[in-house]
């Protein structure tokens, strides 16, 4: 398994700024993944992030609104640049682990809400 | 990811089996049926997967059909901690697509 944490829990803020969520895991993974869950939806996933290259965005996210950074195999970072109250959301962060890598652990998100 | 279709919402008493059911008819021969649930203000929880045999753990069973175009995922005895979105994938990727899963509500 693997434990994964999240900082800021939750955030309020204001239109126009940025704000970088933080995912550490408590052991190396090379596979590390953004999700966005917006209000009463289910997951949708932003972006892959493995270390040592750029991260891949799936349609519909680019690089220049959620920035992410994958220093090294336990840690990475997500940017909500220039917000909008569209961006309220919760975002998830998580690695995949096991055989073939089919289990995936999730963090316990950050709660975002931009006013 | 092969489409899946579950039942919005299912619920089911304290202490009995909550059998949840998912509808894959579309799913390819090395596509792997998962599941995840996620409980309120929480991030998903990986429970089980399988290919093609039935498969159990400490927190579920999984039940495949032969023709792997449905499977269910069996709670022997659901607890109100149970009360969750569970989320049935099939795919061939390691990465997750998320439908709108099943709402189900463990009741005393």
């Known amino acids: 398994s693997a434990v994964i944490s999240q900082k800021p829990s939750r955030d309020i803020c204001q239109r126009g700024t940025s704000l970088t969520i933080q995912c550490q895991v408590d052991?190396?993974?090379?596979?590390m993944f953004w999700y966005r869950q917006q209000p009463g939806q289910s997951l949708t996933l932003i972006a892959t992030?493995?270390?040592?290259?750029?991260?891949?965005?799936e349609s519909g996210f680019v690089i220049d609104k959620f920035p992410i950074s994958r220093p090294n195999l336990t840690f990475s970072t997500l940017t909500v640049s220039n917000m909008s109250p569209e961006d309220s959301s919760i975002y998830l962060c998580?690695?995949?682990?096991?055989?073939?890598?089919?289990?995936?652990?999730f963090g316990p998100g950050t709660r975002l809400t931009v006013l | 990811d092969a489409k899946t279709t579950q039942p919005p919402s299912m619920d089911c008493a304290e202490g009995r089996a909550a059998n949840l059911p998912c509808n894959h008819s579309?799913?390819?021969?090395?596509?792997?049926v998962y599941w995840y649930r996620q409980i309120h203000s929480q991030g998903p929880q990986y429970i089980i997967h399988?290919?093609?045999n039935n498969e159990t753990n400490e927190m579920a069973s999984l039940i495949i059909t032969e023709d792997r175009k449905s499977s269910t995922l069996i709670l022997p005895h659901a607890t109100l901690r149970d009360t969750a979105v569970y989320y049935c994938?099939?795919?061939?990727?390691?990465?997750?697509?998320f439908g709108r899963g099943t709402s189900l509500i463990v009741h005393p």
């Open positions: 399988g290919l093609k």
């Open positions: 998580s690695v995949a682990k096991g055989d073939s890598y089919n289990e995936q652990f």
């Open positions: 994938i099939a795919g061939g990727s390691y990465i997750p697509t």
């Open positions: 579309t799913i390819s021969g090395n596509e792997y």
């Open positions: 992030a493995n270390q040592g290259s750029e991260a891949t965005y």
């Open positions: 052991s190396q993974v090379t596979m």
